[in-house]
């Protein structure tokens, strides 16, 4: 509808004349970003379909992804629990994936420390591993004190679950039932 | 809900805690449903509701039971429905006495443990109509330690979707519902004396606003019309939460709003995947699907275990454990996995009692716990008594927090309060921290069951940032190296974990595939014919190690090979039930009981309420969902005698959960704190309970420290110093403990500061300005927060007296790294229990409020101090499981096996 | 009207005006504030979708209103009003009057209307039509439809730029930065705008600001962009150009926040108050569909259940253009007033 901005037919009061927009408060002023604009929802790479994370409602949410980055997280319209709606988290998804505050290292405070180290992930997987093992070995019941057969450790505990995937809840469930820990629980208790 | 005629949210604050499930009430509202919101607050979900009635906090039991009372007095439950579809019919064991006849316990209470033995709470038995506790009755768990049993039951929902067991469905039932014994006539004596002069002095609700609301409901149930009720944690988180939810299902079941459209009880849960993990437990007490943990001392052996679980001849599914059982072990132990060995039972660990998240948190205190894995939680915020968990937390030998931002769990120790007061130094802090950083729900594949129970699966989007990996990768490779580290290990505890299949393939990234272990989850054919394929259905598992499957309520999501959690069918390409959109557990149905949405002989209700019906032509059950019934069986059929499981399920038997096939009115088990709900106070009220002598549920649990201490409460001397009621609760701009919402900038603007909400009226009283500062006093702590003075909370008449409540959001904490910090309403909180699920009561408190900001360091501590001193409190205070009563009653109490006097709580102490 | 004489006031169709020759139907929103739930998930999905700064993060203890108002940085802010009875009572006296004095802003009298609710979808679903039957509004039961009057309320509404017929920021402005776009709404132009600040005060309801450095930044270098350029809401001008819904009506939960061709909008809205109204909540009004109204009628409609100032909206809002013939023929007057006095005093002078 408006003319393109560079040739010479594109100088504003020509356009202002040849356009009708004789008060200039219309298609002969914008400019060239203006006359190029795109959402970002019709530029990006991919949409992917996901679940909001925050409540139990289950919303659905189209995940837009440019250059392997999210740049837009909205509403469903095709999911019949939400039909494209979010409230106010479920709308501030995309600022939590891309938080600028979000940690992205893992962390190491050592006993007595004041600040926080940076380790390797392996190097801390490696860890805990090992102090797993150790806690086990140290706190190892085979039999409660009245003598019946309970092959577990009391001294290795865990919270959290509810904003987690099923599968992951089932990975966490068995390997600590295997390692006989069973202190195991999450926010549906709280 | 959208089809719902009424609509009562109670113990909810559904506008703002789940605003876009909150359209379907809109739409509701806007087709004509009537919206009824009771809280003791006026939200965002009254702003919208028709009628907001203000109830006095943790009062729901007599309000219910009122209506409960008004409905059976003047005959206006559904007769038809409450005949054929619940217990109302069936006789309860003479043994039974009501707490209207023991001020305040129920038959069976054990004052020494603080537990029920619920053997007289029983069925009477056809077989042996006069003596039901004889052999033909039905049995009351026979473990020989009170203790370990009644604590092991307390894990409430050991018995999860399963009901209780019975021995069998034998019962004696009295359909013209006159017998005294009936659950019908048990029910209404029960209610009695809840009356709306009760309600009117008890909650504050005056009388034309309790009928108003009664008149709502029954105006809106029937054949042509249903109720629905919505309710969250303004329920659960109570000393007697779960009767709070049992009251409910009680009128819902006498008004005929279960298993049809519109109608139901709805749990709106606060969490992506709160239902999945607690379907797929990371919960202590249970396996997935519901199954129990075995108990040392009562599930020594599979046989004992699942003899537990259901016996073969009461009715419905849960007869059929052992095939569940058998294939969740073959699942998590493969091959090492045989019939001869018990399918491995005796891998799994041993239960002793209670291992909450609260229990452990006080073992943590005591230097018990070693080693703590706090996954995309933040409990030094959002726990009750943030304080003791923080505490506690700097008694770890380590730590490991997995979480998207340093929340203030992964920081308490630098930045927690207590090191302001100087409880805690961080040079003496022995315990190692890990942060490690997770992946957000786009950087990962996987499932999420939302409140209706459908899975969802979410494609990933992109790779996780830097060094954050999924939970599934995190612990995948820490089983993974866990297991190379005690290779060749012959120690015999180390065989689990040895034997674990533990084999997941993992993409180029080295990721692990989450799809291989949701197929794990649904379960697999091992023999024969179909071996290798996955199962379509739970009723293809078997007992003989033949099949596999990881949560047996799961499996048909992979039937076929497809993963149907990834349906997504438009909502504009199919009809409004959306079958085709995920998949909702079990077997795809998407309203539980449906069969109740017919008439005994199979027929619609009415036209209006049309869901799901037995086509005689065809002699199917058909209709607008999966019948959650079994298809062919005609509503005629009546099982033999002597049949047990799906084939005892009679043709009008709608509750196939339930052991009796029934909607429970009178829970004969399953409930550790009574067969029917009934009003206690809170653990804190300024009221006394003017029902019974019972001041509070005897049946909660109670923890006497000195670091868990309580107010005085109704007449009690110093119960003045904490005059006040306080609730707590959400916002919709934040999101719990605030891990989620509090650093994000532009949630935290919409909510940038911890306030308190109060009445102009109690602002008058009291000094406080709108705008300013409060400082709120408890028995355990004291915080700071901004004055918002509102209309919409209001004073309310109790007995004539006036009664303020405060209203206290819950999300900010005390830390350095989050865009918006403020002091934690959970700090004010203390350790009670409901002892079903062993939820806190955290929604009703007491306290003092005062103007101006809380001191700071020491002085904090002593402010607190000089309260509780002023207050005469010690920790036996409010701790009594048993309040005195005279010696007849005392007496009387004995003969139904409900002791007299209660041990003082400190001999008790260490309970669970 | 010709041309000149409708581009400054009354009732016309503003995209053809300013140019557009293929403009599609004029957009806006509708805005029922009577389903406003107060979420606020259309301020976050706005700035989230517009990548905006924040005005700041102090509690304003106005009820939950932390936002304050529209500006430079918020676009779309939502209003919590909380009412006693009496006020109710008011409110629902004067929508009552409105209708009877037959103001167009309201909608058509509803009484003779047949605003039946619709009718229950497959069976399924409450049929208040045999409720709303009843001449006295009761139910069948005998329950009135409308209770007596609630002892007390919270309103809540969504407000945003009306994106006018008659736009005082669009004719002020000496750069050319706001234009009026091909779907009739108003925009501004960040890369064009020097900030000049014309538009700041011709807009009747302070909608248009500059962004001021107080503005924080929601981005890890800190950085907020177009400090001193004048901004508000584009109506998702990016998103309309690929036909999609502006973020915040597609977030909206109880559809509060519609969209679609502004006949569209003030249909629904004209309908949405017949049926209040029919059910008794004569405090329902509409905002902004009127088009002889001093702004020629709003691009953004909104149903009010109380007086426009009570959410902090001008009663009677008139754009400072609309009287600029009046005032050049005035000027005119004078000028040739001038020019007689001094022809006047000149021949005066030649005395």
Partial sequence: MAGNGSSFLGWPVLR??????????????????????????????????????????????????????????????????????????GAASEQLVNSPSRQTEVLYRAPGATEWQRIDRDTAIDMIAERYLESRRNTWQELDDKGRRVRRTMGIASLGGATLDNEENYLMKKLYTATGAIQIENQARI | MANADCIVIQGSNMAECHPVGFQWVAEAKARGARVIHIDPRFTRTSAIADTHVPVRAGTDVVLLGAIINHVLSNDLYFHDYVVAYTNAATLVSEDFVDTEDLDGVFSGYDPRTGAYDSESWAYQSRAEPQVPDQEGGIQGPTGDEPDAKTRAHAGGHTLGASGAALEHAQVVRDETLQHPRTVFQILRRHYRRYTPEMVRDVCGIPVEQFHEVARAIVENSGRERTTCFAYALGWTQHSLGAQFIRAAAILQLLMGNMGRPGGGIMALRGHACIQG?????????????????????????LEDYLASIASPLQKGYWTEAPAYTASLLKAWFGDAATPDNDFCYDYLPRLTGAHGTYQTVMEMLDGKVEGYFVVGQNPAVGSAHARMQRLALGQLRWLVVRDLQLIETATFWKDSPEIATGELRTEDIRTEVFFMPAATHVEKAGTFTQTQRMLQWRHQAVTPPGQAQSELDFYYELGRRMRERLAGSTDERDRPLLDLTWDYPQDEHGEVDGEAVLREINGYHLTGDRAGELLSSFTEMRADGSTSGGCWIYTGVFAGGVNRSANRVPRDQQDETAAEWGWAWPMNRRILYNRASADPQGRPWSERKKYVWWDEEAGRWVGKDVPDFPADRDPSYRPAPDQGGPAAISGDDPFIMQSDGKGWLFAPKGMVDGPLPTHYEAQESPVRNPLYTQQRNPGRLVYPRKDNLWSPSGDEPGSDVYPYVFTTYRLTEHHTAGGMSRWLPYLSELQPEMFCEVSPELAAEVGLENGGWATIVSARSAIEARVLVTDRVRPLTVKGRTLHQIGLPYHWGIGRDAVVEGDSANDLLGLVLDPNVHIQESKVAACDIRPGRRPHGDALLRLVEEYQSRAGITAVTGNERLDEVTPEMAARRAAAGSGQQAPAPDETEGEG | MGYLARQLAGPTDPAPDAGWTEAPERKGFFTDTSICIGCKACEVACKEWNALPLDGLSLSANSYDNTGGLGASTWRHVAFVEQSQDRIAQARESGRRLVELGMPGVGAPPARREAMPPAPVDGHGPDLRDMLAAANATTVEGTPVVGPLPDFRWLMASDVCKHCTHAGCLDVCPTGALFRSEHGTVVVQADVCNGCGYCVGACPFGVIERRSDSAVSVRGDGHVPDVGVAQKCTLCYDRLTDDQTPACAQTCPTTSIRFGTREEMVAIARERVAQLHQQGFTEARLYGANDDDGVGGTGSVFLLLDEPEVYGLPPDPVVPTAKLPEMFRTAGLAGVGLLGAAAVAFLGGRR
């Fill in chain 2, 277 to 301: 993990s607690t379907d797929i437990p990371t919960l202590f007490n249970i396996l997935p699907g519901y199954l129990p943990m075995p108990v040392a001392g009562e599930h020594d052996t």
């Fill in chain 1, 16 to 89: 202002q004349l040849a356009s009708g927009d004789l008060l200039g408060r219309g298609a002969a002023v914008t400019s060239r970003r203006t006359r190029e604009t795109e959402p970002r929802t019709s530029t990006a790479d991919r949409v992917v379909q996901s679940v909001c994370p925050y409540c139990a409602v289950g919303c659905g949410q189209r995940v837009f992804v440019k250059d392997e980055k999210v740049v837009q997280i909205e509403g469903d319209p095709d999911s019949p629990v939400s039909r494209g709606r979010l409230c106010p988290k």
